[in-house]
């Protein structure tokens, strides 16, 4: 059993830490999380540094980084800077996971090179107001006409579609399939296509990435851009989402470890150095014993989190163990970032303390990217117990 990572993967994370600390800053995730904006000037110096081409194969411009080398990417960008996590994630995840797995070999010769240096950003639209959990109940439909499909319909809570170039869209391509999660296709979708309607929705944190709505009204997609290639993509939308569910989960549980990390490290330190009746108020056993508790479930949520990375990296099966870890990682977030907060006292509780930042990073964890209660459904049912 072996814990360690190679020679070259800490070479690795030390890249990423240089990069971070050369061309980010506390005071850009403070300035994004008070403005919303998404810092898209970093796009060029991270496609420059290489960082969105880890996790490509050189046949399409990358460096042909494997699982490990993208959660080391996911962990350093999110504890160093929301700003960079936030510009890698939605041209890399969104957008090229999607093509990597599912692309035809046209689509991923075409597109991902243009991911690699920076041109292109995506989103991923699946969730509708009466589709969310219940993923096979999408009622945007595309219909087949001559050259295109004409895509008619809504999204809401779509991360990052006022910034993408591309909108990786499920739609239903059969209204009566022999069941549910059938006929059901994917469509990579210009953002500025006449018909194509966006509005951002405020919300509570991880700013740098906009929620969004949706609207599609008498959308001309060509056929080509049907995730797949058409026609062999056709009603394969099902398969598509669920091929990338296992990296999606080890991405959400090593992004929220992150998190908890930076709140524990900032909470460790104001304890060793605030003084409260004669002593630091880490002399104190009450907030010993809550420092020790953060450092135990963040060694387990990152111990999780690498075993299921490690398992996807040899091609086993980490269904389970992804979903246990997305569940433990984002749930041990909000309780570590919390405690941190009241480690800070009444500082924790102010606008001018990351710690508050991190707190409302936190809670979307449970919620978003597939919630704990679908991943507990998930779970139990690889137990056989469905």
Not at 12 to 40: C, H, M, N, W, Y
Not at 76 to 87: K, Q, T
Not at 235 to 248: F, P, R, T, V
Not at 282 to 291: I, S, T, W
């Amino acid at each position: 059993m072996d814990f360690s990572f190679t020679p070259e993967q800490e070479a690795f994370r030390q890249v990423v830490k240089d990069f971070v600390k050369r061309e980010t800053s506390k005071e850009l995730d403070r300035e994004i999380d008070a403005t919303g904006r998404f810092p898209a000037e970093l796009s060029a110096k991270m496609a420059e540094a290489g960082l969105f081409g880890v996790p490509f194969p050189e046949l399409y411009g990358g460096s042909g980084g494997g699982v490990l080398e993208f959660v080391i990417l996911c962990e350093e960008l999110a504890y160093g800077s929301e700003a960079a996590s936030a510009v890698f994630l939605l041209p890399v995840f969104f957008a090229g996971e999607m093509l990597l797995l599912n692309g035809s070999d046209d689509q991923k010769q075409r597109w991902i090179p243009e991911i690699v240096a920076g041109r292109l950003r995506g989103c991923f639209a699946l969730t509708e107001p009466d589709a969310g959990s219940d993923a096979a109940n999408v009622q945007t439909f595309a219909e087949e006409k001559d050259d295109h499909f004409v895509l008619n319909g809504s999204k809401i809570f779509i991360s990052g579609a006022d910034v993408a170039d591309f909108m990786m869209v499920v739609t239903r391509t059969d209204r009566h399939p022999p069941k549910k999660y059938m006929g059901m296709s994917i469509f990579m979708v210009d953002r500025n296509l006449p018909g194509v309607t966006v509005n951002t929705i405020p919300k509570l944190g991880g700013r740098a990435i906009s929620l969004c709505e949706i609207a599609f009204e008498d959308v001309r997609v060509p056929k080509e851009m049907l995730m797949g290639g058409y026609p062999a993509g056709l009603g394969q939308g099902w398969g598509h989402m669920w091929a990338s569910l296992d990296i999606e989960r080890v991405m959400v549980a090593i992004l929220y470890v992150a998190t908890a990390q930076k709140a524990f490290d900032e909470a460790l330190a104001h304890a060793k150095t605030r003084v409260q009746f004669g002593q630091t108020i880490g002399r104190f056993q009450a907030v010993q014993h809550q420092l020790a508790d953060m450092r135990i479930e963040l060694d387990a949520a990152r111990l999780l989190a690498y075993r299921a990375a490690w398992l996807k990296s040899q091609g086993l099966p980490c269904s389970l163990e992804g979903a246990s870890a997305k569940v433990f990682a984002t749930e041990m977030a909000v309780r570590v970032t919390t405690a941190a907060m009241q480690v800070f006292g009444g500082q924790g509780y102010t606008m001018e303390n990351d710690v508050q930042r991190y707190v409302r990073e936190a809670l979307l964890g449970p919620v978003g990217m597939g919630t704990n209660h679908v991943q507990r459904t998930i779970i139990a049912k690889l137990m056989d117990l469905m």
